[in-house]
């Protein structure tokens, strides 16, 4: 059975699409059949994968409001054994729209339920927000990854984060687990991030992952081409840490990662 994991914080700009994006590519590469679920209006991990959300007739917006089968809108992304559920901008109605249905927190659960049998992993890129889609998409995960920069305002909000977390675990989803803190846009030169590095793992200890992601070029250049990291730059910083994400994953899940 397959793990559905969700990649959340409210606090944008903490390289949370990049990580979903990178993350699943990884996985794929690792030979783990992983399926990435865009669960964000703006798309960009939709257009990450090389898909023109403008050409996206339907999403998983219209298989959460009308009832689509999700199966029929799954896209190949041309990385071999990565898949992806895309989004477009009508995803920001849905909340609107979801505002008056029966198990309003369950759609996405709902819609996903089935694919736990064809993919190893499923990777749900949250947008940045605590809104109705959010709290759908940790309704329906088994874990969470929560991505923090290595920044001043990096522990701003997280607080609420756990906090939500907490309510989900208690109202809505007791099986979720937060699968892990995962330190992103690391600079070594800088003390202050190294500060931050050291604070996270003082207060959050074995929640935080061994894997840090550095501050990288190659990583940010990459989705303008459409391509996630290991398929842009293989032997670059960013692209090494995010395999190295997806073996810790792995052994964190009992599995044994296939190198070649």
Do not use: W
């Not at 009308?66 to 809108?73: A, P, R």
């Amino acid at each position: 059975m397959g793990k559905i994991i969700a990649i959340a914080n409210q606090k944008g700009g903490v390289g949370k699409t990049t990580t979903a994006m990178n993350l699943a590519a990884s996985l794929a590469v690792l030979e783990y059949k992983t399926l990435i679920i865009d669960a964000d209006p703006q798309a960009n991990t939709t257009s990450g994968l090389g898909q023109d959300p403008k050409a996206v007739n339907t999403s998983i917006y219209e298989c959460m409001v009308d009832g689509i089968d999700v199966s029929e809108i799954i896209v190949s992304t041309g990385i071999a054994n990565l898949d992806l559920v895309p989004s477009h901008i009508d995803l920001v109605g849905a909340e609107v729209e979801m505002i008056n249905m029966e198990n309003r927190e369950e759609k996405m659960k709902k819609v996903i339920s089935g694919l736990t049998d064809v993919y190893d992993f499923i990777i749900i890129d949250c947008s940045p927000s605590l809104g109705l889609i959010t709290i759908n998409a940790l309704t329906a995960a088994h874990s969470v990854i929560i991505p923090v920069q290595c920044e001043y305002f990096a522990l701003e909000g997280l607080g609420k984060l756990l906090n939500t977390i907490k309510i989900i675990q208690t109202r809505l989803n007791p099986d979720l687990e937060i699968e892990g803190i995962l330190l992103t846009m690391y600079d070594m030169r800088l003390r202050l991030s190294n500060q931050v590095v050291e604070e996270v793992r003082v207060h959050f200890k074995k929640m935080v992952f061994e894997t840090i992601i550095p501050r990288n070029v190659r990583l940010s250049e990459a989705p303008s081409f459409g391509l996630p990291a290991i398929a842009f730059d293989a032997d670059g910083k960013g692209a090494i840490a995010y395999m190295n994400l997806a073996a810790e994953i792995a052994q964190r899940n009992g599995l044994t990662t296939v190198t070649n």
